[in-house]
């Protein structure tokens, strides 16, 4: 069975200090998506990300940064000079194929990092 | 475009009353799921669907149950609320094609007493 593992299930940093969240991952499927989504205080998933298991090179975006190591099986979420906006719940996920029909599948969610930036 | 809509924000049932959580999307997406939060905890799939008349279960069906008449709206039923129920209910969407992200409503968060 697919799982996600977020070991960490709380980080407090101070603001501009870097932060790194981890995400391990089990699966079956030779074709898979990683993804990472954000809750903020107010309930609402934001998506950040996706990758899939073929492609490894590691992605930047602004603040946020991404390593996927498929030997590790690992989907490390780091971020930058961290600010008190940073603040929230952060998921990693993991879809799973579900069917027959091409693209189809579900996300397996981790149980979440919540991370706390201080000023 | 309005994306995904979830009414109500927030409901208080009591142990055997029932109650349909409404999830609207105006994006034309093919897949629609239903999970569930409880605390602590990362999101589990209640029931999805891949088009209008096609649901299947997910991860946690138990005590739920969907219909899917249109592309648009794809409604979640508690047909007799317990207070196992009590979670903070998310509805999400995709387009049909890829490993495309889900994009999700603000969530219904549902107490049962």
């Known amino acids: 069975a697919q799982k996600v593992t977020q070991a960490q299930t709380e980080i407090s940093v101070v603001e501009k200090e870097d932060v790194t969240l981890d995400c391990v991952y089990e699966t079956r499927d030779t074709t898979y998506y990683l993804f990472w989504y954000k809750q903020p205080p107010s309930g609402e998933l934001v998506f950040l990300i996706r990758r899939n298991s073929f492609d490894e090179q590691n992605e930047i975006s602004g603040r946020y940064s991404w390593n996927f190591q498929k030997s590790t099986s690992s989907f490390n979420f780091t971020i930058t000079a961290s600010q008190v906006v940073d603040s929230a719940v952060y998921f990693c996920?993991?879809?799973?194929?579900?069917?027959?029909?091409?693209?189809?599948?579900?996300?397996?969610f981790g149980k979440g990092t919540k991370l706390s930036v201080i000023p | 475009n309005a994306g995904v809509t979830q009414t109500p924000k927030f409901r208080i049932l009591k142990i055997g009353q029932s109650m349909t959580l409404q999830c609207t999307q105006d994006m034309n997406h093919n897949y629609m799921y239903w999970y569930r939060q409880d605390p602590g905890m990362g999101l589990k799939l209640i029931y999805y669907s891949v088009g209008a008349g096609i649901t299947d279960k997910g991860e946690v069906p138990n005590g739920y149950n969907v219909s899917r008449s249109t592309t648009e709206d794809f409604p979640l039923r508690l047909e007799l609320a317990a207070p196992s129920q009590t979670s903070v209910y998310f509805c999400a969407s995709r387009p049909g094609q890829g490993f495309n992200e889900q994009f999700f409503g603000p969530g219904t968060r549902l107490t049962v007493l």
């Open positions: 996920a993991l879809s799973e194929a579900i069917g027959t029909g091409a693209g189809s599948y579900q996300l397996t």
